[in-house]
């Protein structure tokens, strides 16, 4: 099955009575027209799944965790200013969360007058604490949403031709915020100008529902095959008092039909295992039996690319250049959490999704946060959390189960799903099965005498990569037993690796060396060559044009790297390929500060010759590395007026400025976000905290 309308599309939104051309029948530049403007189609979360909705509830976070005294007792009293915000609402339903000693405590659905007062519009909020709340501070964050006056909400769709065989797909949801506030009836019917016929109705109660999340359904309407009809998408909050209301949702609605023809690509399922260092891999000559699956039946069986160089030290900016081929200097997603995708950047699950793709992520939390634009092109973009983020079990388990549920849900389409695991990332906690795995010290690396302190890190470290090998083994069982590994091609890689001492320090963010920075990659499956190793170092800005070109989709001018497919494929040979320097970067202040440094620091790679330079106070600090003679990177070479040196300098230079350039370019292409996205830049409390425990924050 391959869409064929998506109606949260823009150029499905505007009723209308042109024609509507059929997804399968839009050139490929038309295409990437369209997917660029996914960026205007509304979005919504309920339980951290994000979705496109036919329309989006509007949002403001009123207080964003200000510190208030509780001397008074245990009741806090507040009055938040609403400002210009929500200009027409009388009502706010309001999200509130408190932190207290024993953890943050919620207030959801709670609901206020807007008032008038000296300081302008307020809403006041009281809110009782518990008993055993004894400390004299807390912490308040308040999210507002206008509270609708009408119990009814309808979406009616331009009119289309049904094709033969087509089947509408779509979720619904209410925001948690009005769970509590009573039942909401959603329905669906066809229509034929001002006549309608129902074809599908069902009531959602969250409050009394086990599964609060969102619903996908299936409607058939092969009954409707050839006519020229309008769908209409309606809902119905039944209220239970006065001061009742609802916040319903429609996720992805889609229209779907057998495909015409053989599609041209492959299903693509990406696993980024974050914080993983190649050289802890055991198909990466590793003296720990760390990765046997990995080894056996993937790396043996498929392409590992040797040297797979990060963009940056940190997640979310290399992650960012994994999606949009552009270095992190360019994109701007770097150390600043405030910091958006520009809106004329097209990323990996844009171009996808509009050539035909059913594209889903589930990430771990953390960086990856959906409103900074790594949702974008995402159809589900689900962030995976949990009370206990720093739980012993970790959350690659659920990670993989979620991911193989969503792929069986969507077998019969062409997909793109990306997993992302924080499990081998600190604090390292293999379940305790795996305890007695690799005994501490006794790791074998090869011209490196780490310093004694990281021995039970290495060691659990290891454990925790051997625990997602083995469940990443369970996975791909699954995919097998499922028939979905035949025209799948997976990919493994990383977006950094860890540091164990080697350079004086453990973690990641501010060294540019080697063991953060060389990660794996991996190609599996459909069309991949067996047994296949390439040499050469490659970037992470090449792996966007890479599934593109494996896809058959077109790449977009935005791609500052290389595909790599056709060395994949064998119809092109390293030696034919003009040796390009790679550029990598680190954005974390509190790892840096803690070397003299601050950001962006830099380095640059040509060949067996590597330049590092940190930004410091007094100006730049420098390092110069033969790798050839020095992998380890343990001997600074740096000469100010060797001829390597300045070589490397002048284009560490010219990078940098090419990018500051194209950051403000790229900018510019729209000067305003688009409100319609129903998600300003909202960090959370509780996200701040886990960006705190991951090292991301100070």
Not at 23 to 46: G, Q
């Amino acid at each position: 099955m391959t869409p064929q309308y998506r109606f949260v599309d823009p150029r499905l939104r505007a009723s209308g009575d042109g024609r509507q051309q059929p997804l399968s029948e839009l050139d490929p530049v038309t295409r990437i027209r369209e997917a660029a403007r996914t960026v205007y189609a509304p979005i919504a979360a309920i339980r951290a799944d994000t979705r496109y909705v036919l329309k989006s509830h509007s949002s403001r976070v009123l207080v964003p965790g200000q510190t208030i005294d509780l001397r008074g007792g245990r009741r806090l009293t507040y009055s938040a200013r609403v400002g210009y915000a929500f200009p027409k609402a009388e009502r706010l339903a309001l999200f509130t969360a408190v932190r207290l000693e024993q953890g943050w405590k919620t207030f959801p659905g709670v609901t206020r007058e807007i008032e008038e007062s000296d300081q302008g519009r307020i809403v006041r909020i009281h809110l009782d604490l518990p008993e055993s709340t004894e400390q004299s501070t807390a912490k308040l964050y308040v999210k507002a949403y206008p509270v609708p006056t009408e119990p009814r909400t309808s979406y009616r769709t331009p009119e289309i031709v049904i094709p033969s065989g087509a089947v509408l797909e779509f979720s619904m949801g209410i925001l948690e915020v009005a769970w509590e506030h009573g039942p909401v009836e959603f329905s669906v019917s066809i229509c034929e100008s001002s006549r309608c016929s129902q074809l599908f109705t069902e009531t959602l109660d969250p409050a009394q529902a086990p599964d609060q999340d969102w619903q996908d359904r299936r409607v058939p309407l092969g009954a409707h095959s050839g006519t020229r009809r309008a769908l209409m998408f309606s809902t119905n909050h039944r209220k239970n008092s006065s001061v009742a209301f609802s916040l319903p949702l429609w996720g992805n609605p889609t229209l779907y039909a057998p495909s015409p023809a053989i599609l041209p690509g492959p299903n693509l399922i990406v696993l980024s295992i974050d914080t993983l260092r190649a050289d802890h891999l055991s198909t990466y000559g590793y003296g720990r039996d760390t990765s046997p699956f990995l080894e056996t039946s993937m790396a043996a069986k498929g392409t590992v690319f040797d040297n797979f160089i990060a963009a940056a030290t940190s997640t979310g900016p290399s992650h960012m250049s994994l999606f949009t081929s552009l270095p992190p200097s360019a994109h701007g997603v770097t150390a600043s959490f405030a910091a958006k995708l520009p809106a004329s950047v097209l990323t990996l699950a844009q171009l996808l999704r509009g050539d035909g793709y059913e594209t889903a992520a589930i990430t771990e939390d953390g960086p990856l946060a959906a409103y900074r634009g790594f949702a974008r092109g995402f159809s589900v973009y689900k962030e995976n959390t949990s009370a206990n983020f720093m739980a012993p079990e970790g959350h690659v388990h659920k990670t993989l189960a979620w991911g193989k549920q969503w792929l069986e849900r969507n077998k019969h389409k062409r997909v793109f799903l990306f997993l992302h695991t924080f499990q081998v990332h600190t604090p390292y906690d293999p379940p305790p099965a795996y305890a007695p795995l690799f005994e501490e010290g006794a790791e074998r690396k090869p011209a490196k005498e780490r310093d004694s302190r990281g021995a039970h890190m290495v060691a659990q470290y290891d454990r925790e990569i051997r625990y997602v090998d083995d469940e990443l083994r369970a996975f791909f069982s699954d995919l097998v037993k499922q028939g979905i590994s035949d025209n799948t091609v997976f990919v493994i890689l990383s977006d950094h690796g860890e540091e164990f001492f080697e350079h004086g320090f453990h973690g990641h963010g501010a060294g540019l060396y080697r063991e953060v920075l060389h990660v794996p990659l991996i190609f599996f499956g459909r069309g991949i060559p067996s047994g296949q190793r390439l040499a050469g170092s490659v970037r992470h800005i090449d792996f966007m044009p890479t599934l593109l070109e494996l896809a058959g989709a077109r790449i977009p001018a935005q791609a500052r790297g290389n595909s790599l497919a056709r060395l994949v494929w064998g119809s092109e040979h390293e030696r034919d390929r003009k040796s390009v320097p790679i550029f990598s970067s680190s954005w974390v202040v509190n790892e840096l500060k803690a070397r003299g440094a601050k950001p962006p620091s830099f380095s640059v790679q040509l060949g067996s010759r590597k330049l590092v330079r940190y930004l410091t106070d007094d100006g730049y600090r420098y390092e110069y590395y033969e790798l050839a003679e020095d992998p380890g990177e343990m001997a600074n070479l740096y000469r100010e007026t060797s001829k390597d040196v300045r070589e490397l300098k002048h284009l560490l230079d010219k990078f940098v400025a090419a990018n500051r350039s194209l950051q403000a370019q790229l900018r510019s292409a729209r000067p305003h976000e688009i409100s319609a996205l129903g998600s300003e830049v909202d960090l959370d409390p509780r996200r701040a905290e886990k960006l705190r425990a991951l090292g991301y924050l100070e």
